[in-house]
């Protein structure tokens, strides 16, 4: 049995990332994505830049959706790079925790499901975090 614990849904602006990676650089990606995310950034940005901005999109709009989900916002245990967007063998988008974060997800027997999207000028997410029983 599970009770829906939380939803969070953003809409990110990617100009308004693309603007905010070219005014701080790398040090801005590197704030929002974890250790395997930025690798796989500089791999997209190396041979499709603006995939790579995109890609950085998504992930912010889908760590604010968690965050809204789970009713922290940014602060501990939330963090950017605690949170993980992460791929299922079938390409579905799936939350990895890490830290201090994923202790307390844990210790509250919850799990999330995430959707995400991107077109021309705007990411989106949704997240719904349910509580699981036994």
Do not use: N
């Amino acid at each position: 049995m599970s009770q829906i614990y939380g939803i969070g849904t953003d809409i990110c602006d990617i100009r308004r990332i693309r603007a905010a990676y070219e005014r701080h650089g790398e040090r801005f990606a590197l704030k929002v994505l974890s250790e395997a995310e930025m690798q796989t950034f500089r791999a997209r940005s190396a041979r499709w830049p603006d995939r790579g901005v995109r890609f950085l999109a998504t992930r912010f709009s889908v760590k604010e959706a968690f965050s809204k989900a789970i009713g922290m916002g940014m602060r501990m245990p939330m963090t950017w790079r605690h949170c993980e967007v992460g791929r299922m063998p079938s390409g579905q988008p799936t939350i990895v925790l890490h830290g201090a974060l994923k202790d307390w997800f844990a210790q509250r027997q919850l799990r999330a499901h995430v959707s995400l999207s991107d077109e021309s000028d705007y990411a989106t997410s949704h997240v719904i975090v349910e509580q699981l029983f036994a």
